[in-house]
């Protein structure tokens, strides 16, 4: 479904941040994208939500190569795609419902049944009394929550997360992993930027590992492998 | 929830209309609208005062094309002056010499109290009393104003009265309607300089604003909005700034122009007796904000749409 082909990507006229990047996420995928800080993580979820275009390789996404498109066929393609931003980037003036409807409405669906798909996602999340909430009146677990909702509110196809358990506790973060994973069994591809190694060892997914902006991919280990590092590793 | 509604308050239906961007939050917007005020007001005025213009420009050329006037002075060419009597021979002979010229329709001698009523503004009432001679004034009317019936009729003049003048207004008309083409032109140029005025302020604001919410149009664009889907946000936030200041510029545009005509008609100013704007031109006045509108609205679209076409 989404295939990077020696992809390359360099800021202005600095050092490529990205060399030579090459994967393929499977329809109904779930990967993690992990390595240290400066790796290159945030540099490749922009090129996959079409923040940025590259400066070298060939992407292609739901079959069409992007490299030849217009600005304007970018359009349906990017909403095909939701993302939870590390920063959430929720617009401060609109409350928590209009946060998440965003999406339908820049798709054009009638009011109606934004009402309903909103009012129903936004309950399943924990947030139906916060539905007229300002963002910045919520927690940082509550905002996170709308981000998602917001993400996920269109069923898109790609779902791209950065680092969305970085300033969280363990027990929300996991929970959110949870809920990835039911997205994922409903037919979302998943690819979550994270370098929490507890979680990536909890959960079993393919991990593509940037390091220095060279991408390698590692398959999921093994429970019994999985046992034997754990028990190994602890003195 | 006061502050979810953060629609606008002019449009009842936009009311309910949020947007997506926080536009109508925030100042420098009351700047933008005293100017398209400012401009609208200035727009009716150039746009009345052009209308007055026109008016003034066909009232005093209506009736002076095909016509000319043939004066005969009490003074002589040697210097004396004739009587009375002499005037209105000469003034009669003329006339009967006129009769037999082709292109000539009408031949009117002007008697002496229509000479009296012409000058009596500028000379007063007392010429006419006495024996102080009067020039005699001939109204002709032509089919055409060719040269040759312009020449027969100077021939025929000079033949009977070498001192008498031929006037076919041509000089006076050319000089009001080059005048009237000159505060026209003005009028013009004024309406150019309101309008890239308009355009240069709706377009600094919108790219402000643009450059303010740079970080929610790109969320935007990231979420899938088109182009049109942005740039309408701006439209209409421009549009509804630019009505608002419209309508403001033209109801004080409508009572300065209410109150001049009401002092021109108090100080007896008859350059333009009983000047009126017609329907249309009332109806081309209200259309000024409109045109405001029109301008913000395009300004607008055209500079997001520019700035848009950066983003990947
Ligand atoms: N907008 C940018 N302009 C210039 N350099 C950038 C920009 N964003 C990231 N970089 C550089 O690209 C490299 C990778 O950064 P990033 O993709 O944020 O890594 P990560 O998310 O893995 O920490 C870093 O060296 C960073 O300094
Ligand atoms: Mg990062």
Sequence with gaps: ?235 | MKLKKGGERVLGKAQKRRYDLPLNKGSGTGFLVILIALMTFLGMLALASSFALSAMTARWSSGLENRLTIEIPTRQVDGSLLDKKGVFTLTRDIANGLHGIPGITNIHVLSEEEIGKLVEPWLGKDLLQGDFPIPGIIAVETSDMESRTLQNIHGKIKTVAPHARMDTHEEWLNDLLRFTGALNLAAIILALVIGVTMVTAVGGAVRSRLAIHRAEVELLHLMGASDRYITRQFQRHSLILALRGGFIGAVFGALFLVLIGWVAGQMGVAILPDFRLDPVQMMLLAMIPLVAGLIATVTARWTVTRVLTTFP
Excluded: C
Excluded at chain 1, 197 to 213: A, E, P
């Design chain 1, 1 to 235: 479904m989404i295939r990077y082909d020696h992809v390359g990507l360099r800021y202005g006229i600095g050092p490529e941040v990205l060399s030579d990047v090459t994967f393929a996420l499977e329809p109904g995928s779930f990967h993690f994208l992990t390595g240290p800080s400066g790796a290159g993580k945030t540099s490749l979820m922009s090129l996959l939500y079409l923040g940025r275009r590259p400066t070298r390789g060939i992407i292609t996404m739901f079959g069409q190569a992007i490299g030849s498109m217009s600005r304007e066929q970018l359009v349906p393609i990017r909403q095909r795609i939701g993302v939870v931003f590390q920063d959430f980037r929720l617009l401060n003036h609109l409350s928590a419902f209009d946060n998440v409807a965003l999406p339908l409405r820049i798709s054009g669906r009638p009011e109606k049944e934004i009402r309903n798909n909103v009012e129903e996602l936004m309950h399943w999340v924990g947030l139906g009394d916060h539905m007229n909430a300002l963002p910045n009146t919520m927690s940082g677990g509550q905002q996170q929550r709308i981000a998602i909702a917001r993400a996920v509110i269109t069923r898109p196809r790609l779902l791209l997360a950065d680092e969305p358990t970085g300033n969280l506790d363990d027990e929300i973060g996991f929970r959110l992993m949870h809920l990835f994973e039911q997205l994922n069994r409903m037919g979302t591809t998943i690819l979550i930027a994270t370098h929490n190694q507890v979680m990536m060892d909890s959960f079993n997914h393919t991990r593509l590992i940037l390091d220095k902006g060279h991408l390698r991919v590692e398959q999921p280990e093994t429970p019994v492998a999985l046992r034997d590092k754990i028990i190994g590793g602890a003195p």
